[in-house]
T-cell receptor, first 112, second 113 residues
Framework: GENVEQHPSTLSVQEGDSAVIKCTYSDSASNYFPWYKQELGKRPQLIIDIRSNVGEKKDQRIAVTLNKTAKHFSLHITETQPEDSAVYFCAANNQAGTALIFGKGTTLSVSS | GAVVSQHPSRVICKSGTSVKIECRSLDFQATTMFWYRQFPKQSLMLMATSNEGSKATYEQGVEKDKFLINHASLTLSTLTVTSAHPEDSSFYIC?????????FGQGTRLTVV
């Protein structure tokens, strides 16, 4: 089945710096790649997603890039702020195309 | 966006008892819903796919007789943890898709004592 690898597991940056989180997936049939932000004890919140027919997508300070050939996608957060501190998960849809398979998560800490 | 509601948000039960968790799609119909389990500081692990009107599909290693799933309507799926043990204590989250985008319930913190 689909396997999603995520790196790094922890990331500490200074306020204003950029943060990059990378994920790889195994199933070439996957065509949907969302990123979620999860705060402690709460549900994951979608922050951005990308479909396989697009190479890059941007929403204000957040961008995602996708390399289908290499089967990896990345989250880029620019001008980080302390409120960006949370756990971030990447995901890819599974072989059936329905469920999402998640990476192990990245704990982002932004210090002021 | 679409809303998925999960209940209860927290439950404490005694070992050996059963606990039912409900997941509702409030403003859309979901023929398929998904159940995840999340241990502290870990990722969301897919447990099963709930299919309206038919049997659920369980991921490898998930006991179907222990985690009973019922999806009797287009807006409701339930997960029953039977004969709960302390190792079943976890954060259980349901999800439903409206189009390609997935929406999550608030999660249920289950503590088995």
């Amino acid at each position: 089945g689909e396997n999603v690898e995520q790196h790094p597991s922890t990331l500490s940056v200074q306020e204003g710096d950029s943060a990059v989180i990378k994920c790889t997936y195994s199933d070439s049939a996957s065509n949907y790649f969302p990123w979620y932000k999860q705060e402690l004890g709460k549900r994951p919140q979608l922050i951005i997603d990308i479909r396989s027919n697009v190479g890059e997508k941007k929403d204000q300070r957040i961008a995602v890039t996708l390399n289908k050939t290499a089967k990896h996608f990345s989250l880029h957060i620019t001008e980080t702020q302390p409120e960006d501190s949370a756990v971030y998960f990447c995901a890819a849809n599974n072989q059936a195309g329905t469920a999402l398979i998640f990476g192990k998560g990245t704990t982002l800490s932004v210090s002021s | 966006g679409a809303v998925v509601s999960q209940h209860p948000s927290r439950v404490i039960c005694k070992s050996g008892t059963s606990v039912k968790i409900e997941c509702r799609s409030l403003d859309f119909q979901a023929t398929t819903m998904f159940w995840y389990r999340q241990f502290p500081k870990q990722s969301l692990m897919l447990m099963a796919t709930s299919n309206e009107g038919s049997k659920a599909t369980y991921e490898q290693g998930v006991e179907k007789d222990k985690f009973l799933i019922n999806h009797a309507s287009l807006t409701l799926s339930t997960l029953t943890v039977t004969s709960a043990h302390p190792e079943d204590s976890s954060f259980y989250i349901c999800s439903a898709r409206d189009g390609q985008q997935a929406f999550f319930g608030q999660g249920t913190r289950l503590t088995v004592v």
